[in-house]
């Protein structure tokens, strides 16, 4: 029988193992289902661009990805990397849904232009749908169409034209300055600027069928055009030699600044500190200066006010135990205290309680201004009390008075009717001063 009932428990206790394991698993396959169906940032997406900046990291570059949060410092920041994923660089009306199949954020054209013009800047074109970043997948089928892609270049007053010559992969050569020779981009379904004869810009990238990317030279800033964004992104990077072509461009183009890869929509102004003025101590004088001395001197003045009133009212500083009972003398008075109770003396212990007492009630209420040396502080607490109530201070007088006459023959009840008696006039004095004074 025992071994029936062992065996159902040991069922039991594997069927309830079995049961934790399937909802551990189905907690675990709910939070891996969750985990992947959370949409990742653009910049991780097959489209995006942070495989760029881990990969010139990596060979030494300084790269970094911008999405805000401060200003660029043009003395550090060499070169803006700057990638279109809209088809429509105006900002969005207000309650307009976004339906478009080539817009990732919104950005403008008057941004774009002030980007360009406060930095040198790499501009890269868009060319997928953004079904390319949801899915993860890039196909021919997902391309955008060219009249979209094409958009922002008229939108930026850029005189270049966009071709698709071929749907399979292709490979273009690269003549960068300073770059090793024979490298190859290679692009699937490329997207190419159309040969352009202007003189200010010089092809880099390119082929017979077009170029892949521009070099524009203005008086101030240098601009680049790339047509294709698979040369930089995550999803073309480690095709044919594209990923020796951006370290390439990022030397050449950045020289020994930062490469900044923006991916923000809006315009900051670059931080320039050359203009800032210098912080001298000369400064800080100037909080003293007409009318501002004033107030110091009034402050000074409020402040002698205070010491000189405050040594009238308490009398000067007290070195630490003057005013009140030091720890010595503490034990010393329960010494004596002890001796007196074991000799019977009654008397003489009610009168060293008075005057400690006594001392203890003038340090509370006055920080011993009262009481200097060998003063007597039954006497010193009613002199203090006097002036402000001289019926209590006349009530702690006859208390005092008695305790003083006792002898040790009147007993323990009488003893302890004259204590009682000297307390309750040492309390009514602490409670008359300690009262605020009643406004007239």
């Known amino acids: 029988m025992s071994s029936r009932a062992n065996a159902a428990a040991g069922s039991r206790g594997g069927a309830g193992l079995t049961v934790a394991l399937a909802l551990g698993g189905l907690v675990a396959l709910a939070l891996v289902f969750a985990f992947w169906q959370t949409p990742k940032p653009l910049h991780r997406t ?8 881990a990969w010139l990291e990596d060979q ?45 954020y919104d950005i403008a054209a008057w941004v774009v232009r002030r ?8 501009l890269i074109l868009p060319k997928w749908q953004r079904v390319v970043r949801q899915r993860g997948i890039a196909h021919e089928s997902l391309l955008g169409p060219m009249e979209d892609a094409a958009r922002p270049l008229r939108q930026l007053e850029i005189k270049q034209r966009l071709i698709r010559p071929g749907r399979g992969y292709q490979t273009f050569a690269a003549t960068i300055p300073d770059a090793p020779m024979g490298l190859e981009a290679g692009l699937y379904a490329p997207q190419l600027f159309a040969r352009s004869s202007n003189p200010a810009c010089t092809s880099w990238i390119g082929g017979p069928a077009g170029d892949l990317l521009l ?35 990022g030397a050449a183009l950045a020289g020994d ?24 101590w000369s400064e800080l004088l100037r909080f003293f200066d007409w009318p501002l001395s004033l ?17 009238i009212r308490f009398g ?71 002036h402000l109530k001289p019926e209590a201070a006349e009530g702690l007088r006859r208390a005092a008075a008695e ?10 009840a009488e003893i302890l009717r004259r204590l009682h008696t000297f307390e309750t006039a040492i309390e009514q004095i602490l409670h008359d001063l300690r009262r605020p004074s009643n406004p007239r």
């Open 316 to 386: 000067s500083a007290l070195r630490p135990f003057e005013d009140e009972i030091r720890p010595t003398k503490a034990v010393s008075v329960g010494a004596r205290a002890r001796l007196l109770r074991l000799a019977g003396a009654d008397a003489e212990l009610l009168r060293a309680y008075a005057r400690t007492r006594a001392s203890v009630a003038l340090s509370q209420l006055y920080g011993g201004a009262g009481r200097r040396g060998g003063a007597d502080p039954i006497a010193a607490l009613a002199s203090q009390a006097a």
């Open 115 to 122: 980007k360009i013009a406060s930095l040198d800047t790499l």
């Open 215 to 249: 070099v524009c030279e203005a008086e101030e800033r240098r601009t680049a055009y790339l047509s294709d964004p698979d040369l930089l992104n995550n999803h073309g990077l480690n095709h044919a030699d594209n990923a020796r072509i951006a370290l390439a461009l």
């Open 295 to 311: 107030l110091w001197i009034g402050a000074g003045l409020l402040l002698l006010l205070s010491l000189w009133r405050s040594g």
């Open 403 to 412: 305790v003083g006459r006792a002898t040790s023959a009147l007993g323990g």
């Open 46 to 53: 097959a489209t995006g661009h942070q495989g760029l900046v």
């Open 257 to 280: 600044g930062q490469i900044v890869v923006d991916y923000t929509n809006v315009f900051l102004p670059p931080r320039d500190d050359s203009d800032r003025p210098e912080r001298s």
């Open 60 to 104: 030494g570059a300084e790269a970094e990805l911008f999405r805000g949060g401060w200003r660029l410092r043009p003395e550090t920041a060499g070169l803006r990397i700057l990638p279109l994923f809209d088809s429509h660089l105006l900002s969005r009306d207000a309650g307009e849904e976004d339906q478009r199949a080539m817009e990732e």
